[in-house]
């Protein structure tokens, strides 16, 4: 066969690589790669060879496969070709980031020792090699491998028995690192909502102890998630030598400073500062200590609601078509990632919320004070990965540039700020930028040059004048002509021979040359005779070298290689100062990417027309004038029709109980899930700290926000749209609080008519009676509109429509009521069907409206007690053995009854019980 693609069952397993057999019969080469690949069975391993990442066996098909690369072959080992293929060492972020797509983790093995340096062990002495790191999702630095806007956390989730859960649960807790910028925090969760917890940080490696990851109870919180969830050994996650652990990765003796973690979060903490240890070696990232985070001081969104509503990702996975996308103006990347994080996580606390808010309208009030803040972050490169690389040995000088680049802005923007009177968030971020340390920025300034290479190893870096010896060294390697002709100019003058040279062959190398002649005055005297050296005598000529002539020519052959070492203590100097100041750059950094959050919000409130909420503690919720800012905002872009803005209120009634539920009715096409979303959006708006699209809005805080929009199958898990929308409305009904904030759409669409109807019925009176809850419930069972009757709470809207000319015109507005049809033919013709099957259809409707089918609801209404439903979930049904049992307490007599009297009763009712 010619082709030279193997095949995966003639490749060995790395088990059986692993074996006695294999290794006797490996060459010294392969037995060395065979050693390092099973240290690191679970990672792909790039094996330094020259200038290439080689692969070799399973590896090489794997990686060919994934990228696109040929496949060849090196030799044979246990009989079998060993598939081999491999990368060139400077592209290799363009193939890691490939393979980190697919999947795959990359243990990345280095040459640890000069090639000549093993050639004098003899001549088939392999190279050191060792594994300098292992490339995984969750701890990349590389700038080709991240993305700007987006944070790139590794997280690890623990679970403790007796921990203190609730009700017996185990305790469960959860620790989130980005290495790229530093980012260290740690929260307490629970089994019902670690899904929901992990949505909400979206990890891009997600670890888990083993014993968790294959335990039947967890794995379902895991499902979707794919190949983010990593099983690791157990120890990781030891709570007992946590503490202990995370003291020593940050040198201090006690946590007792950091604050008060409970066992589970710092299991949590311990195992992910143990798996960034394990990746990077003997390297360490600058982190930030840990950060408590309460679980309560966010809005809990669950996973289906964050899924339709699309904040940061589309159901499609795309980032065009987000809440995200449309209220994005951030300038720096640092910004960016700011902005999605909260977006990801709106408060719940009014005092935290009305800080935010309070920056944004510092800056909305001040429109050029604004732009010239922006104008000026715009130059602002992204410090904290910068100084992560820097940290982890991975950076290089234009590393360092833009940590000084970072240092001007900064500057700038202090200067901007100072006199202005600030407020918010504004104001704490003014102190943090103040605080850069002066001093460094100018060591930087005077020691990198305007223009930086990429690789440290590139030399030129070093500013001209900065450092005495390399200016230098500098001057010999590139003018070697014009140091050499000022020394001959020199001895002419210090002889007085005028024609004497100073030349160069490969032979005597520099050398002093006179005519016979003129040889006198370089050796006769004692000055001269201890200052020039003869080397050679010609016909005609004499040659001679002096002390100084042999050593320049010594630091001129070298001089290349010195500069670059001087560049290269200097570059460690200058990381390690950077680096020592690591926490006053990340809080300055983060201080800016809150200034550049305010600003984009602000330049969006004002593009836009966005309106401050007054957002506090009450129930209330009225929004006037509503628009959806993602569906406005593409009608805009299309130049299509203006978007027509709504009204809600959910307020209690005058401002007291519970909040209201609105039930929406309306044709299809009519905008009624456009209306639900909006609103949702908006109170995640604003309980993030923006401006709302809404001409005025006053929002009590939400606790938990629940959408059900839109129906889809999981077909994996064995779900039909009909079961997954079951189990969306069931977390729904489980979960709300009287603080919540609910959004159904066509609940029971997806069974029989009155199977359906019936579940939809039960739902309402279920939010409204037991969840107490804000909410807003669009349905096409227009029997349901006669519950407003009843429910107190309960109000009937609809989206209103226009009949002309046998045509129905959609008007997009919510307005009181209810609606008595639902247009269905009407949307079926416009989107295409056959006018055959759309008249068919209008006689089978006309023929079923006139068997005038009586609807249900206007017998249940009067015949069906509503409220009963919470009752009976909350009374146990009666029986005959519980009613003998009530009556022998009933019976009972405690004031006249003696000790031993009492205890016989109480074993009497025991035996009852046992049974029952």
């Not at 010619?2 to 006797?24: G, H, K, M, Y």
């Not at 002096?546 to 460690?572: G, P, Q, Y």
Request: aromatic share 6%; charged share 25%; with cysteine.
């Amino acid at each position: 066969m010619n082709d030279p693609i193997v095949r995966q069952n003639d490749v060995l397993s790395t088990a059986e690589l692993a074996s006695e057999q294999s290794r006797a019969a490996a060459t010294p080469m392969i037995e060395q790669y065979i050693e390092i690949k099973a240290a690191n069975p679970d990672s792909m391993l790039f094996y330094r060879m020259g200038d290439f990442y080689e692969l070799f066996f399973q590896d090489a098909v794997d990686a060919a496969r994934a990228l696109g690369i040929t496949l060849t072959k090196r030799g044979q080992h246990l009989g079998l070709d060993i598939p081999m293929c491999g990368v060139p060492v400077h592209a290799a972020d363009d193939y890691l980031q490939k393979l980190i797509a697919f999947g795959f983790r990359v243990a990345v093995c280095e040459q640890m020792e000069d090639p000549a340096a093993a050639k004098k062990r003899g001549s088939k002495s392999v190279v050191q090699r060792d594994v300098v790191r292992l490339v995984t999702p969750g701890t990349l630095t590389e700038e080709k491998l991240l993305s700007p806007s987006d944070a790139n956390y590794l997280m690890a989730v623990s679970r403790i028995r007796g921990g203190g859960g609730g009700g017996g649960e185990p305790a469960m807790a959860l620790a989130w690192i980005d290495i790229s910028t530093g980012v260290f925090r740690l929260s307490e969760t629970a089994l019902s909502r670690l899904l929901a917890d992990v949505q909400r940080i979206d990890p891009r490696e997600l670890i888990v102890p083993d014993t968790l990851f294959h335990d039947p109870e967890f794995r379902p919180a895991l499902d979707g998630l794919g190949r983010v969830a990593v099983p690791q050994p157990a120890v990781l996650f030891d709570s007992a030598t946590a503490e202990t652990r995370i003291a020593r990765y940050f040198g201090v003796s006690t946590l007792d400073g950091f604050g008060a973690f409970s066992r589970a979060e710092l299991a949590a903490a311990a195992a992910a500062l143990a798996y960034v240890e394990k990746t990077q070696i003997a390297e360490r990232p600058p982190l930030g200590r840990p950060e408590r985070e309460s679980s309560a001081s966010t809005l809990f969104i669950d996973p289906a609601t964050r899924a339709n509503l699309e904040l940061v990702r589309t159901l499609s996975g795309e980032r065009a078509g987000t809440l995200l996308k449309a209220i994005d103006r951030t300038v720096t990347s640092g910004g960016a990632r700011l902005l999605a994080e909260r977006l990801m996580s709106p408060l719940t606390d009014p005092d935290a919320i009305n800080a935010r808010l309070d920056s944004v309208a510092v800056l909305v009030d001040r429109p050029g004070f604004a732009d010239d803040l922006r104008n000026t972050l715009k130059q602002l490169p992204d410090m904290p990965r910068a100084l992560s690389r820097l940290a982890l040995g991975r950076g290089g000088p234009r590393d360092l540039g833009a940590i000084l680049q970072g240092f001007t802005v900064a500057a700038d923007v202090a200067r901007r700020m100072a006199d202005e009177d600030l407020s918010g968030e504004l104001a704490e971020a003014r102190t943090m930028v103040c605080d850069l340390p002066v001093d460094l920025s100018h060591r930087l300034a005077v020691m990198l040059s305007d223009e930086l290479p990429v690789l440290r190893r590139d030399g030129g870096f070093i500013r001209e004048g900065a450092d005495g010896e390399l200016d230098e060294m500098r001057a010999l390697r590139d003018q070697s002509r014009r140091v050499i002709a000022g020394l001959q100019l020199q001895y002419a003058e210090e002889t007085g021979v005028k024609s004497l040279k100073i030349k160069h062959n490969n032979v005597l190398g520099y050398f002093i040359e006179v005519s016979a002649g003129n040889a006198a005055a370089l050796t006769e005297g004692e000055e001269a005779k201890g200052r020039f050296i003869h080397r050679q005598t010609m016909a005609g000529a004499m040659r001679f070298t002096t002390t100084v002539l042999s050593e320049l020519e010594t630091r001129i052959a070298n001089a290349a290689d010195r500069a670059l070492a001087i560049e290269l203590v200097a570059f460690d100097a200058l990381c390690d100062a950077v680096v020592a100041k690591a926490e006053a750059i990340k809080q300055a950094a983060r201080a800016l990417a809150a200034i550049d959050v305010s600003a984009g919000l602000a330049a969006l409130a004002e593009e836009q027309a966005c309106c401050r909420p007054l957002v506090d503690r009450s129930k209330m919720f009225s929004i006037v004038g509503g628009r959806h800012p993602v569906v406005e905002q593409a009608l805009r872009r299309q130049q299509a029709a203006a978007f027509v803005a709504n009204s809600c209120d959910l307020s209690p009634q005058d401002g007291k109980g519970d909040g209201a539920i609105w039930l929406l009715t309306g044709p299809n096409m009519g905008g009624k899930s456009t209306f639900l979303r909006q609103n949702a959006l908006i109170a995640v708006l604003a309980q993030m700290g923006a401006y709302v699209p809404a001409e005025s809005a006053h929002i009590g805080i939400v606790d938990r926000l629940f959408s059900r929009v839109g129906a889809s199958d999981d077909l994996a898990r064995g779900r039909s749209t009909f079961m997954v929308e079951m189990v969306e409305t069931a977390a729904i009904l489980n979960q709300a609080t009287d603080r919540s904030l609910v959004i159904l759409d066509e609940i029971g669409r997806g069974t029989a008519t009155f199977d359906g109807l019936s579940i939809a019925w039960a739902a309402v009176e279920h939010l409204h009676e037991a969840n107490r809850c804000r909410g807003l419930f669009a349905t096409h069972f227009h029997e349901l509109t006669v519950l407003s009757e009843k429910l107190p709470r309960l109000s009937n809207a609809t989206m209103r429509v226009k009949e002309w000319d046998g045509e129905v015109i959609f008007l997009h507005e919510v307005g009181p009521g209810a609606a008595d049809r639902s247009y269905g033919i009407q949307v079926a013709r416009l989107a295409g069907l056959p006018p055959s099957v759309v008249e068919r259809a209008r006689d089978v409707l006309a023929r079923l409206e006139d068997a005038d089918r009586k609807n249900p609801a206007s017998q249940l209404i009067d015949d069906l007690p509503l409220f009963q439903v919470a009752l009976r979930r909350e009374e146990p049904r009666s029986s005959p053995a519980a009613s003998r049992i009530e009556a022998m307490v009933e019976a009972l007599d405690p004031d006249d009854m003696t000790p031993r009297e009492a205890l016989d009763a109480l074993y009497v009712l025991k035996k009852e019980f046992a049974g029952r």
